[in-house]
C-alpha cells in the first residue's frame, strides 16, 4: 500500500494513495455515498468541500483523486442567526 500526506481541516492525515474525495469525506462523516455523493440512506449531507482552497461540485467528489499535499476543507452547514 502506497500512502499519501494531506492536511484536512488543518491536521495532517495519511491516506491510500488513490483515495477518491468521496470515498475520503464517506468516512469522515460515516456514511455510505453512492457515485453521485448522495447519501445512501437517502439523507441529506449538508457537507461543502474544497481542496486547495476550490470548493470542489459534490458531482466531481468522485472522479477527484486526492494526491499528495493536497489540503482538505470540509465545512458543515449550520441553521442559525
Do not use: C, Y
Not at 462523516?29 to 476550490?54: H, N, R
Amino acid at each position: 500500500m502506497t500512502s499519501i500526506n494531506i492536511i484536512f481541516n488543518s491536521q495532517q492525515v495519511q491516506l491510500e494513495a488513490g483515495t477518491s474525495l468521496r470515498e475520503f469525506i464517506s468516512a469522515q462523516i460515516g456514511k455510505e455515498l453512492d457515485a453521485d455523493s448522495k447519501a445512501v440512506d437517502g439523507s441529506k449531507l449538508g457537507v461543502a468541500a474544497a481542496v486547495d482552497g476550490a470548493v470542489v461540485p459534490r458531482s466531481s467528489w468522485n472522479s477527484k483523486v486526492l494526491e499528495d499535499g493536497h489540503s482538505i476543507e470540509l465545512v458543515t452547514a449550520a441553521q442559525g442567526g
